[in-house]
């Protein structure tokens, strides 16, 4: 089974969100950037390496948040979706590289954001994160 990281990046209350800008039934819905996990390669270092592709961001993985989510991936392959806790590593700043739109927003605003369906599982895990 393929896994595929996500990254909550929580910075001062506040988490960073990206919005999908491919393929086109994703388009426009937000979601935490991440990627797919490379064969040999950690979950963390996966992290890290997806958020340097597609954000030109450096980031602190932190630790596991919140549960596996099952997921099909688009040509049918069973996938599980795990996300990780990130800190900004030395005062970097995200650039939209691969997605529409960045944007940070505190728990008070994340049931405005129109969220990928696996990503909204974690609504809970990010709202304890943000006010923890």
Known sequence: MKIVVGAAVVDGGRLLVAQRAEPPD????WELPGGSVEDGESEADAVVRELHEELSYAVVVEGRLGPDVPVTGRAGESLVLRFYRCRPANGAVPVALEHLALRWVTADELDTVAWLPADEVL???????LEG
Do not use: S
């Not at 609504?123 to 994160?129: D, I, K, S």
């Open 123 to 129: 609504l809970p895990a990010l709202r304890a994160a």
């Open 26 to 29: 994703m388009r426009g819905r």
